[in-house]
């Protein structure tokens, strides 16, 4: 028998809320109830299972089940909210004290306390095979001020940490589990303290999670546990669950949907993500070197009729790397590039390309990809500028443009996002970083903001801070944003209770299953 | 000639299945190395530097000289470890043997499949030439070949599997915990694949048989007196085998190629998919362990093969 807690009717609300406003039939119908296994379709299999040494984006949507988080975000706008830390506050700019919440245990049993809190932030910041050791470069130490407090103190001011902290670097992993394998290798054994317990995992094939019987959040999870089963291909994912081998499906791609709607036993949901397509620019080389050239680029495209044509209309068009729905989205930045080949035609002019330039991109093969090339490069056409693409397979594209060979002029490729908008920004228009794959200079006043960003916790004066980046970027034309790509989720209508996030990456906390 | 035995005939082809392995392995190792993309941008995460890609190339030894990283990979081998995934960890061993099966099983309901249509198909098509019925198995047999494999799993996925709902459409399930529900999970791969190998096994069988029936010998059968049925079970038939030995053996080795396409149409995680996975991430321990996986089985298969035919045919020197 399960009793309707107070936190369960919050949670409908939001997620009728969320339904509302995302355009999705986001209504649990019905009283949650306990049982059943999830059967869902999954488009990849994970890099690793360890927080700390995995590397896919596509792994958040298995960790997250397994591990919680020291904070968490808000599904609708990715405001960070308590996690497994119940408060934090800057006591000052560079000490940021974390209250962890009491009782809360790992799956082996052993207590989630600061100590475990300490051994945790360590390890993603100096253990060699960390991958997240930049998420945590501001944090000098970590120091247990309390059973259940940590204290951290930074190098520089960080407000993004917070935020950072409800991703892979706030994953927490049992130190006992990590202490007692081989060199510290929990990548197939995890242990976490999230709403499942691991059982197994069949590289490409199967992984298995049960219930995590003395999970801390009341009355959660619901069902007895989750079977993932790996399908790369994604027509075959989503035939699986019209089929009924599976009950959902992530990443759906927009051409499918129609076909999808057409089975009776499915539902679709849909929001907008943080996940963007966009042309990344090499601004150190021609002829993306000139401002104006950038500009005239950014003019040329009509977002509009990409996200009708390309992405079946199931998108927003981006102006900026945050979508509207974000907490720090500012919408003045947005109407800098309104279509207007004219206008792109006049500032080429102005570039000294008066008679058309020439363009070579960097893209990929897939039948999407060369689909929306396609449509961009009749919209550049019109706009004086004849664009060609290079394509070749995803990893030796990227490699090719980041890396050190610098292929192309631009790369039409996609940012995922991250938890706080700090991290998108600092990872693609600081000097060194590598999504900026000229390696070109930025703008002073650029780097300036984008710390100005970490600076302060307050959120008002993050926001602005924030305006300030997002303009700046836009107005430098250091990228092309293109499309904030939905998250389509198709699933049986026995699933109730999901919600789409602006992240994209799938969380399950409410999601029950009707027998 | 005196004639060998057979151990010591085994034993000689195995050992020039050597220099096959060997070369096998490097050219997909070098393979492997030129395409451009690198693991270790895998490895290094989503927010990667240049210096931590580098020194993840250090950590997962991806920066030592090529042909050092291969004879690393081999030397494992000989030891009888297929090392492990570079990226999940996963024994390549563990991957294959876990794999393999649902391959096997594909394979082996697509080659009953082939054979049982297949031979009564060529074998009615050679007994009266030119006549409809083998016009009919010809055109059948043209249509076999001509329809790639994926095109008519997905034909078949949306008729039964959708439609109709008789056959699952994605998956596999282990033949040893339920023999049925594996079976009914390899069925509709098992036909997308058989489709060529039936329309292979028919023409060829066609072909022979025709040459057979047409021989001298064969006249002087029926100048015997011998039934039809019997000149073609205890004289056609027998002579023959030597080529569907043959044919055997090299659409087995195709359709282990063909699963590479099939598998991704049905989800199904056999080594086709294995191969797939590994080659898009460039995870070279679990490519090379399929391809040496792959090979083995080649050379024994046509070891089969040819053993097979010498016991029917003596005259064949081994």
């Known amino acids: 028998m399960t009793q309707t807690t107070r936190r369960e009717v919050m949670a409908l609300i939001t997620g009728a809320l969320a339904g509302a406003t995302l355009g999705g039939d986001a209504f649990a119908q019905g009283t949650p109830k306990r049982g059943g296994i999830l059967r869902i379709s999954a488009p990849a299999n994970p890099s690793s299972l360890d927080p700390a040494t995995g590397g896919a984006g596509s792994d958040h949507a298995f960790l997250f089940t397994m591990y919680d988080t020291l904070t968490e975000w808000d599904f609708e706008t990715l405001k960070p909210k308590p996690g497994l830390a119940e408060s934090w506050s800057f006591s000052d700019p560079t000490t940021l004290v974390l209250n962890i919440r009491s009782g809360v245990t790992f799956h082996d049993g052993s207590p989630l306390d600061a100590e475990a809190v300490k051994f945790n932030l360590e390890r993603n910041k100096s253990d060699p095979k960390s991958n997240i050791k930049a998420d945590l470069a501001a944090m000098e130490s970590a120091a247990v001020t309390g059973p259940l407090q940590v204290t951290l103190k930074l190098s520089t001011p960080d407000a993004a940490l917070p935020g950072i902290l409800s991703d892979r670097a706030g994953m927490m992993v049992s130190p006992a589990a990590v202490k007692a394998s081989a060199a510290g290798n929990v990548a197939r054994t995890p242990v976490g303290a999230g709403a499942y317990a691991f059982v197994s995992w069949a590289d490409g094939e199967k992984i298995v999670i049960k219930r995590n019987e003395k999970y801390w959040k009341p009355n959660r999870p619901y069902p007895d546990g989750i079977e993932f089963s790996i399908i790369p291909e994604l027509t075959t994912g989503s035939r699986s669950v019209t089929a009924g081998q599976n009950d959902l499906m992530y990443q759906l791609p927009p051409r499918q949907k129609a076909i999808v709607e057409r089975a009776s036993n499915i539902k679709i949901f849909n929001g907008p993500t943080l996940y963007v397509f966009q042309i990344f620019l090499n601004w150190a080389k021609p002829p993306f070197d000139n401002i104006k050239v950038r500009q005239a680029f950014n003019f040329a495209i009509d977002r509009e009729t990409f996200v009708k044509a390309a992405l079946a209309g199931l998108a927003e068009p981006a102006y900026m790397n945050l979508p509207k729905a974000h907490w720090a989205y500012d919408k003045s930045v947005a109407g800098l590039y309104p279509h207007d080949p004219d206008k792109a035609k006049k500032l080429l002019a102005e570039a000294g390309f008066k008679d058309g330039l020439p363009i070579e991109l960097v893209g990929y093969p897939d039948q999407d990809s060369v689909q929306r090339q396609e449509i961009l490069i009749e919209q550049f056409r019109k706009a004086g500028m004849n664009v060609r693409f290079l394509n070749a397979p995803i990893a030796e594209a990227s490699a090719a443009f980041f890396g050190a060979e610098k292929r192309g002029s631009g790369i039409l490729a996609a940012w995922t996002g991250r938890p706080d908008p700090s991290l998108t920004y600092s990872l693609m228009f600081t000097k060194d970083a590598y999504y900026n794959g000229g390696r070109g200079a930025v703008p002073p006043e650029l780097e300036a903001a984008i710390k100005e960003s970490r600076a302060s916790e307050d959120i008002e004066l993050r926001r602005k801070a924030f305006a300030t980046v997002q303009r700046l970027v836009m107005e430098n034309a250091l990228v092309a944003p293109l499309a904030f790509q939905f998250e389509l989720v198709a699933m049986n209508k026995k699933v109730q209770g999901y919600r789409p996030n602006l992240l994209g990456k799938p969380k399950y906390d409410d999601v029950w299953l009707e027998s | 000639m005196a004639r060998r035995s057979p151990a010591r005939v085994i034993g000689g082809r195995l050992l020039q299945a050597l220099p096959v392995i060997l070369l096998a392995t490097f050219m997909v190792f070098a393979l492997l190395k030129l395409v451009p993309g690198d693991i270790a941008v895998t490895l290094a995460g989503d927010n990667a530097t240049d210096a931590r890609i580098t020194e993840i190339r250090k950590i997962y030894g991806l920066d030592r000289p090529f042909l050092v990283q291969y004879g690393a990979w081999l030397a494992n081998v000989v030891q009888g470890d297929l090392s492990q995934s570079l990226l999940t960890g996963e024994k390549v061993a563990t991957s294959i043997s876990r794999a393999f099966p649902n391959t096997l ?214």
């Open chain 2, 105 to 318: 099983l594909i394979v082996a309901i697509a080659l009953v499949l082939a054979l049982v249509t297949g031979i009564p198909m060529g074998v009615i098509a050679a007994i009266k030439p030119d006549g409809w019925v083998d016009k009919t198995v010809s055109m059948i047999a043209s249509l076999g070949v001509a329809i790639p494999g994926f095109w008519l799993a997905m034909i078949l996925v949306a008729e039964i599997s959708l439609k109709l709902n008789w056959l699952p459409a994605t998956g596999a399930k282990s033949f040893s915990v339920s023999p049925i529900e594996a079976i009914r999970h390899a069925l509709l791969p098992g036909i997308a694949i058989a489709a060529y190998g039936m329309a292979e096994v028919a023409r060829q069988l066609r072909g022979s048989l025709l040459e057979v029936l047409s021989s001298q010998y064969v006249r002087t059968l029926h100048a015997k007196g011998l039934s039809m049925t019997r000149i073609l079970w205890q004289h056609g038939l027998k002579n023959v085998s030597v080529n569907l030995f043959t044919i055997i053996s090299i659409l087995v080795n195709r359709m282990l190629a063909a699963t590479v396409v099939i598998e991704a149409v049905f989800a199904i995680p056999g080594l086709g998919s294995l191969i797939v996975r590994g080659a898009i991430q460039r995870d070279f321990p679990i490519v090379q362990g399929v391809v040496f996986t792959m090979v083995i089985v080649v050379i024994l298969v046509n070891l089969v093969a040819d053993l097979l035919c010498a016991a029917v045919d003596p005259r064949i020197e081994q």
